[in-house]
């Protein structure tokens, strides 16, 4: 039996609204049922530096992404900016992106390793990557310094004037916004006051050169890409309470983007994904600041049309980079150049945005479906990042080069296996939200607290909380329990079961005095189930719980080009055509575990039964060197290139 689809859900779900318990310290005692809804509150992340990432896969993620980070040096990375200021360099410039005659110089080298070293410091408290991002900022400013006016960049102000004239130009404040952001994280971060003075010159100069352009002129330069300009300017607004960064921001908001989301209309379709998700983040950004409810609409709309009408099973989205197709007609697009993964990690930023406004635990399921199935996976053991994400089956894994590439997503994952502890827990107030279930303590100072979630997820199918305190303290706790689990769900406190829980896809409130000592133990059954791909429902995903199941079509290529790619290039050189999706015995209507069977004797291993062979199936993200496929040619019906 199919689940309730995506669509349907994301767009009826309350989300919030579930069930609260009350009660004594006492286990046993008599608890009341309430209504609990969220629609009204501000929640908020505890700070990633409030929040350790124990033993497990995560951390084991967070470490390699540490080590890549290490690798780099900054007097390389600083090379094309000291060139561009005057400074004189001898050291060896970086290939790909970051090649001194690339017009995305510094996008990576002043800007997301910035923001990746100050994440890395907050998230582990690594010593080794802030002085490194010290280092940096301080080379920056002293090109700044010499610059004079405010400007930085790795390239000179002409590639602007070629934007301002109409002239071919890759994206210069693309790579301006990533130099911004990274500038901020170290401020907010790493507490590095000079990184915040060089970012306020940059956009007082930015803000400056926008501003002279009538209404037309700028919405004609902003159809180039412009990254999260919105969005690091309204954050520097509410990091330094100065409005005129709130009137710089506006200068970056295109009307005819932002008007037919407020009015509900998808006009997606031809678009750059990953050139307007982040001005959505910038709208999200721009509600928060200034309270104005239009931009929390477009943000709401546009973040459940993505993730309902134009995602694949895997929580990403976009083939070519953009978005080829109406809604819910993603028939004949699987292929090598789906899901850039620049694009998932956005769409989590932004599905943290909202929940934050909202409570609603469907936007917590969506951000793990895309963590484990889109994130987790996208690096290698020595730290190099995916590009693009593979549906076509048959395809592989391939990844950028140490030093001969820094794409966008090379970035973007340097970010993201950074701040793999940044959304588990969020607080109202006093209480707490356990929105992901990693193996994890939270540190909460003021309150007294420390929270310790011990598992193995996805191999354990639950969790349990751990509660220290020095004094008792009343407080909620609130359990995210997911839509992919069963009736069977459980919550024990001290080893007693409760009387009642949320229904899946809700929130369990347990209100009460908590003592030291005091656990919670949430067993989540797993269940397999399928998901059309949407506009062609005789192609399914299978999933186990949130974990999309991959089928293992035998080893890849092996090491060399059509794994690392040696360049700036997002495609491996004479890539072979897909091969056909495989079929398999069930049908679009036919419960899952008609065709598909767990194996008794291994943890997440599963088997298909194929038309003509059995497919042994595991996670997605468990794939590594193998070519594999996420879709399935259900039977009876016609088949798909």
């Known amino acids: 039996m199919l689940d309730q689809s995506r669509r349907s859900f994301l767009k009826?779900?309350?989300?919030?609204?579930?069930?609260?318990?009350?009660?004594?310290?006492?286990?046993?005692?008599?608890?009341?049922?309430?209504?609990?809804?969220l629609s009204r509150v501000r929640l908020e992340a505890l700070p990633l530096a409030s929040v350790r990432l124990s033993s497990g896969i995560f951390r084991d993620e967070e470490e390699i992404n540490a080590r890549y980070l290490d690798s780099l040096a900054v007097d390389r990375l600083l090379h094309t900016f000291r060139i561009t200021a005057g400074i004189s360099s001898n050291a060896l410039p970086y290939k790909g992106w970051e090649e001194p005659t690339c017009e995305l110089r510094g996008h990576f080298a002043g800007g997301h390793y910035l923001s990746a070293v100050a994440l890395a410091y907050a998230g582990s408290a690594n010593d080794v990557l802030k002085n490194r991002g010290d280092e940096l900022v301080a080379g920056l400013a002293a090109c700044q310094g010499k610059i004079g006016t405010g400007y930085l960049s790795a390239y000179p102000t002409e590639l602007f004037e070629h934007l301002a004239q109409g002239r071919s130009v890759w994206a210069p404040f693309y790579t301006y916004h990533k130099i911004m952001a990274g500038l901020l994280d170290m401020y907010l971060l790493s507490g590095n006051s000079d990184a915040l003075k060089i970012v306020e010159g940059m956009a007082v100069w930015a803000q400056d050169f926008m501003g002279v352009f009538s209404i037309d002129q700028r919405l004609r330069m902003l159809r180039t890409e412009y990254g999260g300009m919105n969005e690091v300017l309204i954050n520097l607004a509410a990091v330094t309470k100065k409005d005129r960064y709130i009137e710089a921001a506006h200068l970056f908001e295109q009307p005819g983007f932002l008007d037919p989301l407020a009015a509900r209309r998808d006009e997606l379709e031809g678009l750059h994904a990953n050139t307007h998700v982040p001005k959505i983040i910038g709208a999200a950004r721009m509600y928060e600041v200034t309270g104005d409810r239009r931009y929390r609409e477009i943000a709401e709309y546009f973040l459940a049309e993505v993730l309902t009408a134009r995602n694949y099973a895997i929580g990403n989205t976009s083939l070519d980079e953009h978005w080829t197709t109406p809604a819910d007609q993603l028939k004949g697009t699987l292929a090598w150049t789906n899901a850039e993964c620049c694009v998932g990690y956005n769409l989590m930023k932004l599905q943290r945005h909202v929940f934050g406004w909202t409570g609603e635990s469907r936007w917590m399921d969506e951000y793990e479906r895309t963590l484990f199935n889109c994130r987790l996976g996208t690096q290698n053991a020595q730290g190099l990042k995916q590009y693009f994400f593979p549906l076509g089956a048959g395809y592989w894994r391939a990844y950028n080069s140490p030093e001969e590439s820094f794409w966008c997503c090379t970035g973007s994952g340097a970010e993201e296996f950074a701040k793999l502890a940044d959304t588990i827990y969020f607080r109202r107030e006093r209480d707490i939200f356990v929105n992901q279930f990693i193996a994890s303590t939270l540190t909460w100072k003021e309150e007294d607290l420390v929270l310790e979630q011990v598992t193995q997820f996805p191999h354990e199918q639950g969790t349990r909380l751990k509660i220290r305190s020095s004094r008792p303290a009343a407080r909620a706790i609130h359990i995210r329990i997911p839509s992919w689990t069963t009736a069977e769900a459980q919550v024990k406190i001290n080893?007693?079961?409760?009387?009642?829980?949320?229904?899946?896809?809700?929130?369990l409130s347990i209100r009460r005095i908590w003592q030291d000592g005091d656990t919670i133990s949430i067993e989540l059954p797993m269940k397999l189930r399928q998901e059309s791909l949407p506009g062609d429902d005789s192609v399914v995903a299978a999933l186990y719980g949130p974990l999309v199941l991959a089928a293992d079509l035998g080893a890849g290529p092996a090491d060399g080009s059509m794994r690392v790619i040696h360049s700036g290039e997002t495609v491996p050189k004479n890539l072979p055509a897909a091969s056909p999706i495989p079929k398999v015995t069930g049908t679009k209507d036919e419960d899952t575990k008609q065709w598909i069977q767990a194996q008794p004797t291994a943890e997440l291993k599963f088997v298909?039964?194929?038309?003509?062979?059995?497919?042994?199936?595991i996670p997605i993200y468990q794939i590594r060197d193998q070519r594999y496929s996420i879709y399935w040619q259900t039977r009876n019906s016609k088949p798909h290139a």
Do not use: M, N, Q, W
């Open 12 to 37: 009826t779900s309350a989300g919030a609204a579930g069930l609260c318990i009350v009660g004594s310290s006492a286990a046993g005692r008599a608890l009341s049922v309430e209504e609990f809804g």
């Open 608 to 617: 298909a039964a194929g038309e003509t062979e059995k497919h042994h199936l």
């Open 495 to 507: 080893g007693r079961p409760i009387e009642a829980i949320a229904d899946p896809g809700s929130y």
